[in-house]
């Protein structure tokens, strides 16, 4: 075992404090060899160790991110023994101080393709085995690509003779001009949000401080989900004002408090400007209701992938505002205070998790189009191609991780489909191929007595009326559609879900998918012959939408049953769990369910009601079930006639929150509306059905 640093490492380690940079070291060996050569590295210096060897005195292996964001530690040693997950890895990264370095513990590199990384389970589903990780491979050339700083235990090094780099000092010109922009903007117009938005290490959380500072005789909270990943805000802030910088476990300094989320909006406390640090991690829905209370808001967060919801917050959210508020502020930290500009330790990590893809777009030349599917071992062969698809499917969904990279290369049952022109993807499909599994097992799951992992939709599926064909045989979920902007609207989407279809069909019984709920989206899988199974019972932390489980209806397994099952659920829930669906969802899911006969009892009742002066007690019940016996009456319906269906009759909305909206301030007009409401359904039943 080698005894001893490499004697120049500590002139590289002043080198880097003075060029205000941090570094990436790797420790390539054995796990105990890696471990003690870590303590006698940092030695008693302040260090962070992500390990979950339980023997490691102060080792860490958090669950949830946010429990290290937030700090800084001059050597970070992450324990790749312990198993690489992007995720943590890429968060890791940010607790590394100036000067400092980011420690790298694992096996030699030569041994990294055929490595038991005990992490890799994760990527598989049940009944799954691997021999090997592409994204450990790809790994692996990254790092020899980018000349990395490696010890070996063999003894061998990779070290530079010396660190070359200007001497770097402090500089907060950026932040400064920010915070005057900033102050500016709140003094002279009232009720406009503001978007910041930094790459980590920015100095976003000390801008928020200065801020806070600027408006010190005025209320400001700082808000965030955790109090010491704002303690940054308040630091600079105190330091601002000539005050004593408060402790983590202080929540109130002068005129700034610190609250979370849910407090702010329950307790709804008198607040002159809102401050939002990572506004990626909160849930769209809860900003939504933070905007609504706080106009005088600052939404700031840190956009690298792994802080939250990140693109759910850029693509949702920026969306909502651009509506509500179109005269928003959205501003960007571009230079780094944490560190020097040119941080190695960044520039690694960006390449090595593809944190820096980028699509680059070209204009649409449909004649040239073609159809293909990729394979992981072409992907991690050709960095241009991963780079470019891995930024089309970032771009494409509001929930990307940088987890999702390793899903990507290391998951045997996903299947990559790709439409090229000119060798640029310019829409990417991916398919998890699912089921298969044995009877005994599938029988388990159908009792809910098993959860293997993978598997969502057969799952799913089988547990709606416990048919275990959905687990027995294979079907294929469309896990993610993307097309780039540049080629939206051009029915490539669709096309490509065609050609999917058409690779696997002689392989699969069924295919699906599942999404947030919206009517748009609903409208383009319905569009392609997906019919809905399954909405879901809980909305979505991120996008606040139910997921919904749709299958093709060329099934080889019959799906009546469930679909009826279906039917009914939704017509139960839609005035308790989702009484406050949009109408025009509603109304897409509604005309996606089959139509039965109309009883004739039912269609007399009709007909005797149409004759007459009617009352809403009369009306009310017949309506609704004419529209769950024949749901795609709604379609032939005036929109205001289905908006009346819709939340009066099936979501049961009180007449008076919809007063506005349909116009319905007296009883007398809420009277006509339900009259000439039932003129309409009894026209359109006489039209599909016949007079009666």
């Known amino acids: 075992m080698q005894d001893c640093k490499p004697f120049n490492l500590d002139s590289l380690l002043l080198a880097l404090q003075n060029a205000r940079h941090r570094q990436l070291l790797l ?29 490691l005195d102060n080792a860490v292996w958090p669950q949830h991110l946010h429990q290290i964001l937030g700090q800084e530690f001059d050597f970070v040693l992450y324990d790749g023994y312990s198993g690489i997950v992007p995720n943590k890895l890429a968060a890791c990264t940010g607790t590394v101080r100036t000067g400092g370095l980011l420690v790298l513990l694992l096996p030699e590199l030569s041994n990294l393709v055929s490595w038991c990384d005990p992490a890799l389970t994760r990527w598989l589903s049940e009944g799954e085995q691997a021999t090997q990780s592409p994204f450990l491979k790809r790994f692996a050339h990254q790092i020899q690509q980018q000349n990395c700083w490696i010890i070996n235990e063999s003894g061998e090094t990779n070290l530079p003779t010396q660190y070359c780099a200007d001497k770097s000092t402090l500089d907060l010109q950026s932040q400064t001009h920010l915070v005057a922009l900033i102050t500016a903007h709140f003094q002279r117009a009232s009720n406009t949000p503001i978007l910041l938005s930094a790459d980590r290490g920015r100095g976003k959380s000390a801008t928020l401080g200065l801020i806070a500072a600027a408006f010190a005789d005025k209320q400001v909270i700082l808000c965030a989900q955790q109090r010491r990943a704002v303690q940054n805000g308040f630091k600079h802030y105190a330091q601002a004002l000539n005050l004593t910088v408060p402790a983590v476990n202080q929540n109130h300094c002068q005129k700034l408090s610190y609250m979370p989320p849910d407090i702010v909006i329950a307790t709804k406390p008198q607040c002159d400007i809102l401050l939002i640090d990572e506004a990626a991690a909160i849930p769209v829905p809860i900003l939504k209701q933070l905007l609504a209370l706080y106009p005088n808001i600052i939404f700031a967060s840190t956009l690298v992938g792994y802080e939250g919801n990140g693109r759910g917050y850029t693509l949702r959210f920026k969306a909502h505002l651009k509506a509500e508020h179109p005269h928003f502020l959205d501003l960007h930290l571009r230079e780094p205070i944490r560190y020097g500009a040119g941080d190695p330790l960044e520039q690694h990590m960006r390449q090595l998790l593809a944190l820096d893809s980028q ?57 990559l489909f790709v439409v090229s022109q000119h060798q640029q993807p310019v829409a990417v499909c991916l398919v998890g191929l699912e089921g298969n599994l044995t009877s005994e097992l599938a029988s388990k799951i159908a009792l809910g007595e098993r959860r293997p992992a993978g598997h969502l939709m057969a799952q799913q599926l089988t547990q709606l009326l416990g048919n275990t064909q959905y687990c027995t045989e294979q ?39 599942s999404f947030g709920a919206q009517s748009q989206l609903l409208h383009f899988w319905q569009q392609l012959g997906f019919k809905p199974m399954k909405l879901g019972f809980k909305q979505d932390k991120a996008s606040g939408e139910f997921a919904v489980l749709v299958v093709h209806d060329s099934s080889k397994i019959a799906l009546s049953a469930e679909q009826d099952a279906f039917t009914e659920q939704l017509f139960f829930a839609l005035s308790s769990l989702y009484d406050r669906l949009p109408w025009t969802l509603v109304r897409s899911l509604l005309s996606t369910l089959r139509d039965r006969g109309l009883p004739e009892q039912l269609y007399k009742q009709v007909a005797y009601l149409a004759s007459k002066t009617a009352t809403e007690q009369q009306i009310a019940p017949v309506i609704q079930q004419v529209i769950k016996a024949q749901p795609s009456i709604i379609n032939s319906l005036s929109r205001i006639a289905q908006q009346q269906v819709i939340q009066l009759l099936l979501q049961r909305h009180q007449p008076k929150e919809l007063a506005k909206a349909l116009k319905l301030e007296s009883k007398k007009q809420l009277q006509l509306a339900y009259q000439s409401l039932l003129s309409e359904v009894y026209a359109e039943i006489t039209r599909k059905n016949g007079p009666y």
């Not at 060996?29 to 979950?52: H, K, M, N, P, V």
């Not at 777009?361 to 073609?370: H, Y």
């Not at 992981?376 to 991780?401: K, P």
């Not at 896990?479 to 080629?487: D, K, N, Q, Y």
């Open 27 to 55: 420790l390539c060996g054995s796990r105990s060899w890696g471990q003690a050569y870590f303590q006698r590295l940092a030695q008693s210096t302040e260090q962070l160790i992500l390990s979950d060897d339980s023997t």
């Open 359 to 415: 699509y680059s777009a070209i204009e649409p030349a449909q004649s040239i189009l073609e159809y293909s599917e990729v394979s992981r071992d072409t992907l991690i062969h050709n960095e241009a191609l991963l780079q470019q698809i891995f930024a089309l499917l970032v771009l494409a969904h509001y929930q990307t991780s940088v987890n999702d990279l390793r899903q990507l290369l290391d998951s045997p049952s996903n299947r």
């Open 475 to 513: 079907g294929a979920r469309i896990v993610r559609i993307a097309v780039a902007p540049s080629h939206q609207k051009l029915s490539i989407g669709s096309e490509l879900i065609r050609f999917v279809m058409a690779q696997l069909n002689s392989q699969v019984s069924y295919f699906g998918s």
